[in-house]
């Protein structure tokens, strides 16, 4: 699963990476979101696996922590005004909860490279496309109306658009 796991990451930062390349929308700090929600999402299916509501409680309320002194001293305090300051704290904010509850409370897991099997592997991946391919479908359906927003009219609009979606 880790193998799996460290693949659909490497393979979706490059699709994405060129994609937004190509496109003239890169920016390094989509890639520290990226990385904090890998980190997030890969820590919630550990917790889950291993009925630990409360681990998941603690990581999600450090990295809500972490973001709030992190804004306040870097932003309010310093005055730093920059959106990938922003996009660095959101998607960082995660590395120092898990860290220390890895650290403190592990979860009883290591990684064995003698353990890789094509065959678990092939089973793993057979399981998981199809939520692959819903997933991507319901990230498309979520997000396209604010894809042709931005294409047809402008920042604002979009801005303006999104803060009332998710007002409704």
Known sequence: AWLVLLGLFVGTLIVATGSLLLLGRFDIGI???????????????????????????????????????????LIQVIGIESPVLAMAIYGLS??????????????????????????????????????????????????????FLEIYTNDTAVGVYALASTLT
């Open 31 to 73: 890639f520290f979101i990226y990385a904090g929600m890998t980190l997030f999402y890969a820590y919630w299916g550990l917790a889950t696996g291993f009925y630990a509501p409360g681990r998941l409680v603690i990581a999600f309320l450090g990295s809500n922590a972490v973001q709030i002194v992190a804004t306040i001293v």
């Open 94 to 147: 995660y590395f120092l909860p898990i860290g220390l509850l890895q650290i403190f409370k592990p979860f009883p897991i290591k990684f064995q490279p003698a353990l890789i099997s094509r065959k678990d592997i092939s089973e793993l991946v057979r399981f998981a496309a199809p939520l692959w391919v819903s997933h991507a479908a319901w990230a498309l359906n979520a997000s396209i109306d604010l894809i």
